[in-house]
Protein backbone atom coordinates (compact mmCIF):
# COMPACT_ATOMS: atom_id res chain seq x y z
CA UNK A 1 0.00 0.00 0.00
CA UNK A 2 1.44 3.42 -0.78
CA UNK A 3 1.61 6.24 1.23
CA UNK A 4 -1.47 8.79 0.29
CA UNK A 5 0.27 12.14 -1.39
CA UNK A 6 0.38 15.21 0.29
CA UNK A 7 2.19 18.98 -0.41
CA UNK A 8 5.31 18.73 1.54
CA UNK A 9 4.33 22.48 2.64
CA UNK A 10 1.70 25.30 2.92
CA UNK A 11 2.29 28.52 4.48
CA UNK A 12 -0.22 30.92 5.48
CA UNK A 13 -0.71 34.71 7.49
CA UNK A 14 -2.68 34.28 10.91
CA UNK A 15 -6.22 34.65 10.10
CA UNK A 16 -5.89 33.27 6.86
CA UNK A 17 -7.52 29.83 5.18
CA UNK A 18 -5.31 27.16 4.19
CA UNK A 19 -6.09 23.88 2.52
CA UNK A 20 -3.90 20.40 2.60
CA UNK A 21 -4.85 17.96 0.15
CA UNK A 22 -4.91 14.34 0.26
CA UNK A 23 -4.54 12.51 -2.66
CA UNK A 24 -5.22 8.84 -2.98
CA UNK A 25 -7.11 6.42 -5.03
CA UNK A 26 -10.08 4.00 -5.69
CA UNK A 27 -8.80 1.26 -3.25
CA UNK A 28 -8.58 3.59 0.13
CA UNK A 29 -9.97 7.38 -0.33
CA UNK A 30 -12.22 6.65 -3.11
CA UNK A 31 -13.85 3.88 -1.68
CA UNK A 32 -14.63 4.88 2.28
CA UNK A 33 -15.56 8.31 4.06
CA UNK A 34 -12.96 7.22 6.85
CA UNK A 35 -10.07 9.79 6.59
CA UNK A 36 -8.79 11.33 9.89
CA UNK A 37 -6.20 13.91 9.98
CA UNK A 38 -3.89 14.58 12.39
CA UNK A 39 -1.90 17.35 13.98
CA UNK A 40 1.67 16.27 15.03
CA UNK A 41 4.00 19.34 16.73
CA UNK A 42 7.52 18.68 17.16
CA UNK A 43 8.60 16.21 19.50
CA UNK A 44 5.33 15.06 20.48
CA UNK A 45 2.59 13.01 19.82
CA UNK A 46 0.10 13.32 17.20
CA UNK A 47 -3.56 14.41 17.77
CA UNK A 48 -6.63 13.35 16.29
CA UNK A 49 -8.29 16.47 14.42
CA UNK A 50 -11.12 15.23 12.25
CA UNK A 51 -12.21 11.44 11.52
CA UNK A 52 -14.79 9.90 9.12
CA UNK A 53 -13.75 12.78 6.84
CA UNK A 54 -15.64 15.89 8.48
CA UNK A 55 -16.14 15.07 12.24
CA UNK A 56 -14.81 16.41 15.30
CA UNK A 57 -13.57 15.04 18.64
CA UNK A 58 -14.42 16.30 21.23
CA UNK A 59 -12.14 19.81 22.03
CA UNK A 60 -11.30 20.66 18.48
CA UNK A 61 -11.70 23.69 17.45
CA UNK A 62 -13.92 24.32 14.21
CA UNK A 63 -11.51 26.22 12.60
CA UNK A 64 -10.48 22.67 11.41
CA UNK A 65 -12.79 21.04 8.99
CA UNK A 66 -12.71 18.25 6.48
CA UNK A 67 -14.09 17.12 3.24
CA UNK A 68 -13.69 14.87 0.30
CA UNK A 69 -13.99 14.46 -3.40
CA UNK A 70 -13.49 11.75 -5.44
CA UNK A 71 -10.02 10.26 -3.94
CA UNK A 72 -8.97 13.47 -2.34
CA UNK A 73 -9.35 14.10 1.23
CA UNK A 74 -8.69 17.72 2.05
CA UNK A 75 -8.23 19.05 5.54
CA UNK A 76 -9.12 23.60 5.88
CA UNK A 77 -7.75 25.28 8.97
CA UNK A 78 -9.74 28.84 9.21
CA UNK A 79 -8.67 31.92 10.73
CA UNK A 80 -4.91 30.34 10.79
CA UNK A 81 -3.28 31.12 14.46
CA UNK A 82 0.44 30.46 15.36
CA UNK A 83 -0.19 27.58 17.13
CA UNK A 84 -1.87 26.01 14.11
CA UNK A 85 2.05 25.88 13.13
CA UNK A 86 2.66 21.98 12.85
CA UNK A 87 3.00 18.70 10.57
CA UNK A 88 -0.59 17.63 9.75
CA UNK A 89 -1.07 13.65 8.20
CA UNK A 90 -4.19 12.13 6.68
CA UNK A 91 -4.96 8.67 7.14
CA UNK A 92 -7.27 6.10 5.21
CA UNK A 93 -9.08 2.80 5.72
CA UNK A 94 -7.80 0.82 3.21
CA UNK A 95 -9.91 -2.52 3.28
CA UNK A 96 -9.58 -5.65 5.49
CA UNK A 97 -8.77 -3.78 8.72
CA UNK A 98 -5.71 -1.89 7.30
CA UNK A 99 -4.52 2.04 7.12
CA UNK A 100 -2.69 4.12 5.12
CA UNK A 101 -1.52 7.20 6.55
CA UNK A 102 -0.48 10.55 4.45
CA UNK A 103 3.32 11.67 3.79
CA UNK A 104 2.95 14.47 5.81
CA UNK A 105 2.47 18.39 5.11
CA UNK A 106 4.05 21.60 7.75
CA UNK A 107 2.01 24.20 8.12
CA UNK A 108 3.89 27.04 8.45
CA UNK A 109 2.48 30.46 9.82
CA UNK A 110 3.64 33.62 8.51
CA UNK B 1 -8.49 11.77 31.88
CA UNK B 2 -7.13 9.20 29.03
CA UNK B 3 -3.16 7.95 29.71
CA UNK B 4 -1.60 5.98 27.15
CA UNK B 5 2.09 4.69 28.07
CA UNK B 6 4.12 2.77 25.52
CA UNK B 7 7.54 1.21 26.94
CA UNK B 8 10.35 -1.08 26.11
CA UNK B 9 12.14 0.08 23.68
CA UNK B 10 15.73 0.15 23.14
CA UNK B 11 18.91 -0.10 21.12
CA UNK B 12 19.22 -4.06 19.33
CA UNK B 13 20.98 -5.83 16.86
CA UNK B 14 19.70 -6.50 13.58
CA UNK B 15 17.72 -10.05 13.77
CA UNK B 16 17.06 -9.02 17.47
CA UNK B 17 14.07 -9.35 19.28
CA UNK B 18 12.25 -6.45 21.61
CA UNK B 19 8.70 -6.56 23.51
CA UNK B 20 7.06 -3.28 23.65
CA UNK B 21 4.17 -2.94 26.13
CA UNK B 22 1.61 0.12 26.39
CA UNK B 23 -0.35 0.68 29.70
CA UNK B 24 -3.99 2.67 29.67
CA UNK B 25 -6.20 4.08 31.42
CA UNK B 26 -9.12 6.52 31.59
CA UNK B 27 -11.19 4.33 29.27
CA UNK B 28 -13.10 0.68 28.93
CA UNK B 29 -9.95 -0.66 28.14
CA UNK B 30 -11.81 -3.95 26.70
CA UNK B 31 -14.46 -2.13 24.65
CA UNK B 32 -11.47 -0.42 22.85
CA UNK B 33 -9.86 -1.71 19.70
CA UNK B 34 -5.50 -0.82 19.78
CA UNK B 35 -3.54 -0.03 17.33
CA UNK B 36 0.38 0.51 17.04
CA UNK B 37 1.67 2.90 14.77
CA UNK B 38 5.51 3.94 13.84
CA UNK B 39 7.14 7.26 12.85
CA UNK B 40 11.26 6.46 11.66
CA UNK B 41 13.59 9.37 12.86
CA UNK B 42 12.46 12.66 10.71
CA UNK B 43 9.65 10.67 8.40
CA UNK B 44 6.23 10.12 8.12
CA UNK B 45 3.26 8.25 10.24
CA UNK B 46 3.01 4.11 9.32
CA UNK B 47 0.33 2.19 10.23
CA UNK B 48 1.87 -0.85 11.90
CA UNK B 49 -1.03 -3.50 13.20
CA UNK B 50 -4.37 -3.25 15.17
CA UNK B 51 -6.19 -5.72 17.28
CA UNK B 52 -9.90 -6.06 18.60
CA UNK B 53 -11.28 -5.22 21.84
CA UNK B 54 -11.25 -8.86 22.79
CA UNK B 55 -7.86 -9.95 21.21
CA UNK B 56 -9.35 -10.59 17.72
CA UNK B 57 -9.23 -9.80 14.66
CA UNK B 58 -5.39 -8.97 14.21
CA UNK B 59 -4.02 -6.84 11.35
CA UNK B 60 -0.93 -6.23 9.82
CA UNK B 61 1.19 -4.26 7.61
CA UNK B 62 2.99 -5.56 5.02
CA UNK B 63 6.34 -4.46 6.58
CA UNK B 64 6.00 -6.50 9.20
CA UNK B 65 3.45 -9.34 9.10
CA UNK B 66 4.82 -12.82 9.90
CA UNK B 67 7.88 -10.85 12.34
CA UNK B 68 5.48 -8.97 14.66
CA UNK B 69 2.80 -10.23 16.66
CA UNK B 70 0.26 -7.80 18.57
CA UNK B 71 -1.26 -9.09 21.69
CA UNK B 72 -3.37 -7.84 24.59
CA UNK B 73 -4.33 -8.79 28.02
CA UNK B 74 -7.76 -6.80 29.22
CA UNK B 75 -7.15 -8.04 32.93
CA UNK B 76 -4.09 -5.41 33.18
CA UNK B 77 -5.22 -2.79 30.84
CA UNK B 78 -2.14 -3.83 28.43
CA UNK B 79 -1.12 -3.69 24.99
CA UNK B 80 2.21 -5.74 23.39
CA UNK B 81 3.88 -5.76 20.58
CA UNK B 82 6.46 -8.92 19.86
CA UNK B 83 9.20 -7.44 17.46
CA UNK B 84 11.56 -10.87 16.07
CA UNK B 85 13.95 -10.45 13.13
CA UNK B 86 14.32 -6.80 13.87
CA UNK B 87 15.90 -4.56 10.74
CA UNK B 88 17.37 -1.04 10.26
CA UNK B 89 14.27 0.03 8.37
CA UNK B 90 12.06 -1.04 11.68
CA UNK B 91 14.01 1.80 13.68
CA UNK B 92 11.41 3.99 14.37
CA UNK B 93 9.06 5.69 17.66
CA UNK B 94 6.25 3.60 18.34
CA UNK B 95 3.03 4.83 19.07
CA UNK B 96 0.46 3.16 20.93
CA UNK B 97 -3.47 4.40 20.35
CA UNK B 98 -7.14 3.55 21.12
CA UNK B 99 -8.62 2.89 17.66
CA UNK B 100 -11.97 3.76 17.27
CA UNK B 101 -14.44 5.00 14.47
CA UNK B 102 -11.42 4.38 11.84
CA UNK B 103 -9.26 6.55 13.85
CA UNK B 104 -6.72 6.70 16.36
CA UNK B 105 -8.20 8.61 18.79
CA UNK B 106 -5.67 9.12 21.92
CA UNK B 107 -2.04 8.32 21.52
CA UNK B 108 0.97 7.93 24.20
CA UNK B 109 4.05 9.80 23.93
CA UNK B 110 6.04 6.77 22.21
CA UNK B 111 9.07 4.53 22.40
CA UNK B 112 12.19 4.76 20.48
CA UNK B 113 13.43 1.36 19.18
CA UNK B 114 16.73 1.56 17.19
CA UNK B 115 17.84 -1.31 15.27
CA UNK B 116 21.68 -1.20 15.30
CA UNK B 117 24.76 -3.09 15.01
Known amino acids: QSALTQPASVSGSPGQSITISCTGTSSDIGSYNLVSWYQQHPGKAPKLMIYEVNKWPSGVANRFSGSKSGNTASLTISGLQAEDEADYYCCSYAGIRTYVFGTGTRVTVL | EVQVLESGGGLVQPGGSLRLSCAAS????????MSWVRQAPGKGLEWVSSIGSRGSPIYYSDSVRGRFTISRDNSKNALYLQMNSLRAEDTAVYYC??????????WGQGTLVTVSS
Open chain 2, 26 to 33: GFTFSAEA
Open chain 2, 97 to 106: AQTRDYSFKN
